[in-house]
């Protein structure tokens, strides 16, 4: 429900702004239609308030309705059917009928597709209807400079109003879609890449480590006892930790490395352009320095990682088989006796 007000709303206010300017100018092209005629004191004042006082007051009805989008889609119908009866009350002046009935049409368009086209038509009907009744069913060809003039400004400025609401959604819809691309590719607890998306640039990287025959290294980290974690302190703490490692392995890469969770405990790492022994000197960073991480609420936790470092070779045929390497050293470094760093065809081995 919330979700939904909220769309109205935004449906409401993007609304705002291109009503006021078409109101505004509209009532200009009205007047130059409706000049030449003998017309009653109580429609020039429907006028005044059609043209500069309507939108406010459709945009109140708007934001304090329970149910926005709906009254602002009664707005824009109740905008089409005072643009049938103005053009009726010109008595279908040609230029005049063409500049208000097409940018109602262009609008509800706009605002709502092919359906709100329709229903806006049977709107525009209807105002037709309306003004024939209290007027006659008159059409007066001719064509005035007055009418000419009075019409420039709907023709040129209008079109340019819903041109720029138009720029301003299609911005703004890139940016959504940026937003859900990089979430869909981002683990929601620890922020850094997920499996799918790690797995992808780790192939990306073999292929291009393949073409220009350059160095990149992988590193596969894993919480030791991770487990008994969670099910000593629950998975909230769990959780925590979890956090912890994310924030300790950004903090310690470089722009260009590729961080991911590659599940559950496990976290992955591609270091492109770094020889192995120099990441291992990074992760044994990572290693030590997560030693000391203390939760405040169970003093006695103690973390520990096990890591496995794989450099690119040319002998490698495909990413995963560059993985296994990794994976390997990971369980080397576990069989070894865990919370060290243990890289491929050599061990760096630390005991805390």
């Known amino acids: 429900m919330e979700n939904r007000r909220g769309k109205g709303l935004s449906f409401a206010r993007r609304i705002y702004k291109p009503r006021i300017i078409g109101l505004g100018i509209g009532c200009l092209s009205v007047f130059g239609g409706l000049y030449p005629l003998a017309m009653p004191s109580w429609v020039w004042a429907f006028l005044l308030f059609n043209g500069l006082a309507w939108a406010h007051v459709a945009y109140q009805l708007s934001i304090r309705s329970p149910f926005p989008y709906q009254a602002e889609q009664r707005n824009i119908l109740y905008d089409s059917l005072c643009g049938g009866f103005w053009a009726a009350a010109a008595q279908f002046t040609p230029l005049t009928t063409v500049t208000i009935l097409s940018m109602m049409t262009m609008n509800n368009f706009a605002a709502g597709g092919s359906r709100l086209f329709l229903r806006g038509l049977l709107a525009q009907g209807a105002g037709i209807g309306v003004a024939w009744a209290l007027f006659g069913m008159r059409f007066n060809p001719d064509v005035s ?121 496990e976290f992955c790492v591609i270091l492109p352009q770094m020889p192995l022994e120099e990441a291992a000197r990074v992760m044994e960073r990572i290693r030590e320095t997560f030693s000391n991480y203390r939760n405040p609420q169970i003093p006695e936790l103690r973390v520990s990682l096990s890591i496995g470092l794989a450099d690119f070779q040319l002998v490698f045929t495909d990413a995963a088989t560059w993985l296994n390497a990794a994976d390997r050293a990971l369980y080397a470094a576990k069989d070894t006796g865990r919370n060290r760093v243990n890289a491929s065809n050599y061990a760096i081995a630390h005991s805390a």
Request: proline share 2%; aromatic share 6%.
């Open 145 to 265: 400079p007055l009418q000419v003039y009075t019409c420039l400004p709907m023709l040129t400025l209008y079109p340019m109003a819903i041109g720029w609401v138009c720029y301003e959604l299609a911005i703004k819809l890139s940016e959504h879609k940026r937003a859900l691309s990089a979430l869909s590719r981002t683990d929601s607890l620890t922020g850094l890449l997920n499996h799918g998306s790690w797995k992808d640039l780790l192939h990306l990287k073999f292929h291009k480590c393949q073409q220009q025959q350059s160095h990149a290294t992988i590193a596969l980290i894993d919480i030791d006892h991770f487990k008994q974690i969670n099910d000593s302190h629950g998975h909230i703490v769990g959780d925590a930790v979890l956090r912890q490692l994310s924030v300790e392995i950004r903090r310690n890469l470089r722009k260009n490395d590729l961080a991911g969770r590659y599940g559950g405990d």
